[in-house]
């Protein structure tokens, strides 16, 4: 993996998750549809994001933590700012601390446009602060089905 040749402000971005990053991982469900999607995109993440990536890649050995090495190394990780924590601090009572902290980062970055991720609540919240959201693999508006 390589940098991202769109490091940089200006340039549309998708926020990815831990559940998101985790389909580089070998044997990862939806790994070959998630190569096919990402390519060419800016991908961003927070801390929380590496530390999800980082979690699943050592439950499933050493080729995955090398892999979750190299993707650490080419997504760009945004730092926790004032509008992220806000935001976060907005939606905290209704998500968990991580899930708040994913979409605060989201929604204050102005270049994030779209969110990828498989997990539930994240889906439908940032549904609602109108970011696309994505999940290569699974159907279109998928949370919108889930009870």
């Given amino acids: 993996m390589t940098p991202s040749p769109f ?3 200006g340039v549309p971005a998708v926020y990815v998750d831990g559940s998101a990053l985790s389909q580089y991982l070998p044997d990862a469900p939806f790994r ?3 190569l096919a999607w990402v390519d060419g995109r800016r991908l961003v993440t927070n801390p929380v994001g590496v530390t ?3 979690g699943i890649a050592f439950a499933r050995g050493a080729q995955a933590r090398a892999v979750a090495h190299a993707v650490e190394q080419s997504v760009e990780v945004l730092r926790f700012t004032d509008q ?3 935001t976060a601090s907005h939606v905290s009572t209704a998500l968990s601390s991580f899930v708040a902290l994913h979409i605060g980062t989201a929604v204050a970055d102005p270049d994030v ?3 990828a991720t498989y997990q539930l609540d994240l889906a439908r919240v940032a549904a609602l602060y109108r970011l696309a959201v994505v999940s290569p693999g699974w159907p279109d508006r998928w949370w919108e089905n889930v009870s």
């Fill in 7 to 9: 490091a940089g402000r």
């Fill in 32 to 34: 070959a549809t998630w």
């Fill in 52 to 54: 999800e990536l980082h």
């Fill in 84 to 86: 992220a924590l806000q």
């Fill in 113 to 115: 446009e779209v969110v």
